[in-house]
């Protein structure tokens, strides 16, 4: 058994892959079913259930919860920015140094196993790739990879076509495609692939653009199930609307709001914020605020009076109830309801790309996501799935302790 963060796993003698499904909420292969025939399958020979994210529902946090097993308040990652009281300014959590735990990528590494690790977006590699050394790359930036880096070389090479940009439903695709290329030329023991929710952001369910995206999807994730491995998928968040009647934005700029009502000194962090906020607008629906503690008490009742905010939670109550560094929230957490969204002032926000219909995340709503494994569980597991009390950061734990194989 490996040992990680308090908890065991165990090595098995298939093939362990972990997918992240960025913002695959469970309506997205509902819609798409007829479309996913691999998929289909899968869950007909396996289990499908439902699980818990962590809550801030953003990328960065619930893909450092899978690969550690454990929520922020042990791996230290609650968001992509917070607020450092010491250094007095915004920092963005996407460097290694902000790691307050071991990964179970690099504790399989260092046992002996073979790992890899590919992402999207390549603000996520560094931190999944710390601790071990081994194959790791981004379909952003697959053209850079090189062996002393990235642990491999030629990945337009060894899929056969070019990494697609970003902001291309392709990038998603390629993600899992690639997956499926590697476990055709090397030995691996641990694979973990992790996606990006453009397409998510921008089309509903069943929307074409949607199900096409989808049922490309299907045919690589087909592809790394016929390799007789042990394969577990999941999602860092869900995916919601968040608009007026008219397409804008349903947003509260809360900043503005609380430095209008005389609490000058209101710093609003908004942790969805990262380089990538052409389809989000850096909106979502939980936010973190910091302020005087002697304004606590009334900031609390001016944000809870305001249209579409759910929770006002103080620092020790989000601690409690979501698992959260204390030191990497404000005073107050801030969570918006289905519909809505939480800015800091107008002017702070670029909402062009967005202008005309906003789909995020962030808040409770999107914070329950599939959890699908392509084979059987033990009693015990598959109990812990059917209660929807287990979270996607059990990933691992299912596959490695709960799969029958």
Same mark, same amino acid.
């Given at each position: ?19 992240? %499904? ?5 309506? !997205? ?52 920015? !917070? ?12 460097? +290694? ?7 179970? %990528?690099?504790? &399989? ?7 890899? /690790? ?18 790791? &790359? ?54 973990? %692939? ?9 089309? /509903? ?7 096409? &995206? ?5 045919? &690589? ?38 430095? /209008? ?28 605020? !910091? %302020? ?83 084979? +059987?569980?033990?009693?015990?597991? /598959? ?23």
């Amino acid at each position: 058994m490996i040992q990680v963060n308090d908890r065991s796993y165990r090595p098995r003698d298939k093939i362990i892959v972990g997918i992240c %499904l960025d913002g695959c909420a469970q309506a !997205y292969l509902d819609e798409a079913a007829a479309q996913m025939p691999n998929l289909r399958s899968i869950i007909e020979r396996g289990v499908h259930g439902q699980v818990h994210t962590v809550i801030p529902s953003f990328t960065n946090p619930n893909n450092v919860a899978i690969i550690t097993g454990a929520p922020p308040a042990i791996n230290g990652i609650p968001g992509n920015f !917070y607020y450092d009281l010491n250094a007095a300014e915004e920092v963005m959590m996407n460097d +290694p140094r902000f790691l307050r735990a071991p990964s179970i %990528l690099a504790a &399989f590494h260092q046992a002996g196993q073979q790992v890899a /690790a590919i992402t999207t977006k390549d603000k996520l590699r560094l931190l999944l790739a710390h601790g071990w050394q081994g194959i790791n &790359f981004s379909v952003e930036k697959a053209h850079e990879a090189a062996p002393s880096t990235h642990g491999i070389a030629d990945v337009l090479g060894l899929v056969g076509r070019a990494n697609p940009g970003i902001y291309d439903p392709e990038a998603s695709v390629y993600c899992i495609e690639a997956g499926a290329r590697l476990l055709e030329r090397y030995d691996l023991d641990l694979l973990y %692939l992790s996606t990006t929710d453009f397409v998510q952001h921008k089309w /509903a369910p069943g929307e074409p653009e949607a199900n096409a &995206f989808y049922a490309r999807l299907d045919r &690589f994730i087909g592809a790394l199930d016929s390799q007789d491995i042990i394969l577990g998928i999941t999602a860092d968040h869900g995916m919601n609307a968040k608009t007026n009647a008219d397409g804008a934005p349903k947003v509260q700029f809360i900043e503005t709001q609380l430095v /209008a009502a005389g609490i000058a000194e209101a710093r609003v962090i908004l942790p969805i914020t990262d380089p990538y906020v052409v389809h989000h607008g850096a909106l979502g629906s939980y936010a973190t605020v !910091y %302020l005087d503690d002697a304004h606590t008490t009334r900031a609390t009742a001016i944000l809870r009076a305001i249209p579409g905010v759910e929770q006002v939670l103080s620092r020790e109550q989000a601690v409690a109830t979501y698992q959260l560094p204390p030191d990497r929230i404000g005073e107050l957490v801030v969570l918006a309801d289905q519909d809505t969204v939480l800015g800091r002032t107008p002017d702070w926000h670029e909402l062009a790309d967005v202008a005309e219909g906003l789909r995020s995340h962030g808040g409770l709503h999107e914070g329950v996501v599939p959890m699908i494994c392509n084979r +059987p569980l033990t009693d015990q597991y /598959a109990e812990l799935l059917a209660s929807g009390q287990a979270r996607n950061w059990d990933l691992f734990d299912f596959l490695c302790n709960g799969v029958l194989a």
